[in-house]
């Protein structure tokens, strides 16, 4: 049985109130690859575009994003977030964003830092989307969770 879906067919938030609140941690990341005269604009002009800094604007914008999430998601469950952070990090022709988020609570994280790499993502695409509209964000993925139920690492490195 599906658990968001209840004997009538129809979609609902799955009951957490009997579940032991635990530390749940979770680790996402997203690529975004620009365009190389994109990136060779923003690495003279110190990651500035007509909109403002594109990295700092980003990151504000992938905490927003993670924050929301149960504004954004059907279903998913409003958490009391104890940490949020999103880094982007330049390599080369791509910006590489990692969201970790953490809440002592009874239900994981995850979405909420998918939510906040993909916000952070979606913003670097509309501030410099200007340059070019052959930006592409690509790999939006779980790194990492743990704290409930089963633990999830991809063994994939992050920034």
């Known amino acids: 049985m ?7 067919n129809q979609p609902r938030m799955v009951g957490v109130g009997a579940k032991v ?6 680790r996402a ?8 005269d994109v990136a060779s604009q923003l690495r003279e002009a110190g990651h500035m575009t007509p909109k ?7 990151n504000l914008a ?14 998913c469950h409003p958490l009391m977030l104890q940490r949020c952070r999103v880094d982007l990090t ?4 791509e910006i590489v964003i990692v969201c970790e988020v953490a809440c002592h609570g009874t239900t994981g994280v995850e979405m909420e830092a998918l939510t906040g790499v993909s916000i952070a993502a979606l913003t670097v695409y509309d501030m410099c989307k200007a340059m ?5 964000i690509r790999e939006v993925r779980l790194l990492h969770k743990s704290g409930g139920k ?7 490195t992050s920034a």
């Open 2 to 8: 599906l658990s968001h879906v209840g004997s009538d």
């Open 21 to 26: 609140a635990t530390q749940r941690v979770a």
């Open 29 to 36: 990341q997203a690529r975004v690859l620009l365009p190389v």
């Open 52 to 58: 403002g800094p594109v990295l700092t604007t980003a």
């Open 62 to 75: 992938g905490v927003m994003g993670a924050k929301a999430t149960p504004q954004l998601i059907p279903l």
């Open 90 to 93: 330049v390599e080369g022709d």
């Open 132 to 136: 070019s509209h052959d930006i592409v």
């Open 150 to 156: 089963r633990d999830v690492d991809t063994g994939a």
